[in-house]
């Protein structure tokens, strides 16, 4: 069954206890990023938008799926334009058109962001301070 949303938990990422990352279909604007969202406490937040490569290949795929009955599908179909345009508040875009491809840039995203220095802070003082402690010997 395909997914609309997907939040990773914190130990799936690598990011620590106080990150998620969220990953959503074009077609679930209730979820699009918004700038309160991004900053909701101290939890910090990676948006992957996840898009097929054309609205042709988007009906192709969800007519050959079988699971949707016409009027959702035509329902999806034309929600697509005015859900794309809420591309521009997530962090990332992914174009589906070959799902081995899609699915590398999607942990190249993820193994890129776990490596920002926002998410390595303890580390870095840890580091940090045993470089202080042997100058100072």
Known sequence: M???????????TGFGESSAVCITTPFL???APSISA?????????????????????????????TD???VI??????????LALAHR????????DLAEASEKVASILRAEACKI???????????????ESKEK
């Open 2 to 12: 395909p997914f609309d949303f997907l939040a990773l938990k914190p130990s799936a």
């Open 29 to 31: 604007s209730t979820v």
């Open 38 to 66: 991004r900053s909701a406490g101290a939890i910090s937040f990676v948006f992957i938008y996840i898009v097929p490569p054309s609205l042709t290949e988007l009906s192709e795929r969800l007519h050959n799926r079988g």
């Open 69 to 71: 009955a016409k009027e």
């Open 74 to 83: 035509d329902k999806r179909l034309s929600l697509a334009c005015s859900e």
């Open 90 to 97: 997530y962090d990332y875009i992914v174009v589906n058109d």
């Open 118 to 132: 926002t998410r390595n802070k303890e580390q870095i003082q840890y580091i940090y301070k045993q470089y202080k």
